[in-house]
């Protein structure tokens, strides 16, 4: 069974703070996304990856960057967090290619005061 | 760019109602299309897929069929349950090497007992 996890599970930051947002998985899998969700957006691609060391922009990059240091692990950064960014965070992997489905993390809770 | 369009953002039915969400695409050349599925406090999970026109994916009483000159991949299931009550997602990625997944907002469906 695929397995990807995140944490925290739920994080409270402060505006300007910096926030790293971890993402493991254990399948194997050369493709690793980060997407946010909000009511009335679904689920929009914030960065992804084709494999360690490789990071890419996705539809909404602007005020985050992403680090992929190993095949398993693949980090979203806040580096100046916003309110705009309170979101909930979901990391996905898969296999790359066109026709691989995405298996998808828990999600993390973000709330920027 | 690619973009998914998902008509209707709610969804309420009564229990053995039959379901249709209805997803269109626009999308250069031959696009993978999927659904995915969200039940409260997790991540979305895959449904199924399809990948080349006229082909019917299914899973769990759920189907669509791909339909390239209407650019549609409609999700129906016969009769819903309760049980079903979740937010639905079509999404495809694009041909090529670069795997590039894109989302609609997703449509929330709520069966009443």
């Known amino acids: 069974e695929a397995a990807v996890t995140q944490s925290p599970r739920n994080k409270v930051a402060v505006t300007g703070g910096k926030v790293t947002l971890s993402c493991n998985q254990t399948?194997?899998?050369?493709?690793m996304y980060w997407y946010r969700q909000d009511t009335g957006h679904g689920l929009r691609l914030i960065h992804y990856?084709?494999?360690?060391?490789?990071?890419e922009k996705g539809d909404i990059p602007d005020g985050y960057k992403a680090s992929r240091p190993s095949q398993e692990n693949f980090s979203l950064i806040l580096e100046l967090a916003t309110p705009s960014q309170t979101s909930v965070y979901f990391c996905?992997?898969?296999?790359?290619?066109?026709?691989?489905?995405?298996?998808f993390g828990p999600g993390t809770r973000l709330t920027v005061l | 760019g690619d973009s998914v369009t998902q008509t209707e953002g709610q969804v309420a039915l009564s229990e053995e109602d039959f379901l249709t969400i209805h997803c269109n695409y626009s999308?250069?050349?031959?696009?993978?299309l999927f659904w995915y599925v969200q039940y409260p406090g997790e991540g979305p999970q895959f449904l199924f897929r399809?990948?080349?026109?006229?082909e019917k994916g299914s899973s769990r009483g759920f189907e669509a069929t791909y339909n390239k000159e209407a650019t549609s991949f409609h999700l129906q299931k016969a009769s819903v349950q309760e049980s079903d009550s979740a937010v639905y997602y079509c999404?495809?990625?694009?041909?090529?090497?670069?795997?590039?997944?894109?989302f609609g907002k997703g449509t929330s469906l709520v069966v009443h007992p």
């Open positions: 399948n194997n899998h050369n493709n």
């Open positions: 996905a992997s898969g296999d790359g290619d066109k026709y691989a489905e995405q298996f």
């Open positions: 999404a495809l990625s694009d041909q090529g090497g670069n795997y590039k997944p894109t």
């Open positions: 990856s084709y494999g360690a060391g490789s990071t």
């Open positions: 999308a250069s050349g031959y696009p993978a």
């Open positions: 399809a990948s080349r026109d006229k």
